[in-house]
């Protein structure tokens, strides 16, 4: 018998955000999923604009994987992940262990392929990490961008903080993201249901 995926549908009990005032919470299975679809569409932008030559199912499956050892970390809140360089070293190790601890659930030839995943190292992992990462911030920005549609100042620091990191990446695709994908976040269902511009109408 092999715990590996009952412990990952665990990911739904683990919550984000923990020191903040949310008006909907957010859990680890959510993000997770909404940084695996990201990933796929900034390769997939990369590809089709900007002469890339990626792999947006394997970006996916980077993204699907990417914050699981938190099931066993919890979710540590970002101003004491990022405190000082010996935090962020220790946790770190932490995170090893605990993808060490998670891939021991898995039958031994099963536990290379998913050790892939978690640290991100086969072959071409090296162009994808960027934009796993960049999919990671833009949906922590989702995040707050739909809380501070509600009218809460609770994340509107976190927000202008993520819009610059994702800014400083320098990547043309979360770019295009920012501009063509983004403000739809702040439309009701009624405006998300008329037509895209360049959309044909019937």
Sequence with gaps: MFHFFAMLSRMKYIHRWGL??????????????????????????????????????????????????????????????????????????????????????????????????FLQNAPGDEELRPLVKAADKLSALIKCTEETGTGSLEFSTAKETLLSSIHAMHLPEAEAFLEEFLPSYRLTLDELESPAEGKPQN
């Design 20 to 117: 903040m005032r949310n008006s909907r919470p957010e859990n680890l299975c959510e993000h997770s999923y909404e940084t695996a679809v990201l990933a796929h569409a900034l390769c997939l932008l990369r590809n089709r604009r900007f002469g890339g030559h990626v792999n947006p199912e394997r970006a996916a499956a980077l993204a699907l994987f990417h914050d699981c050892t938190e099931i066993l970390t919890g979710d540590l809140p970002t101003p004491v992940k990022y405190g000082n360089q010996k935090i962020q070293s220790a946790y770190k190790e932490v995170e090893h262990d605990a993808a060490g601890r998670l891939l021991s659930l898995l039958p031994k030839e099963l536990q290379g392929d998913y050790g892939t995943l």
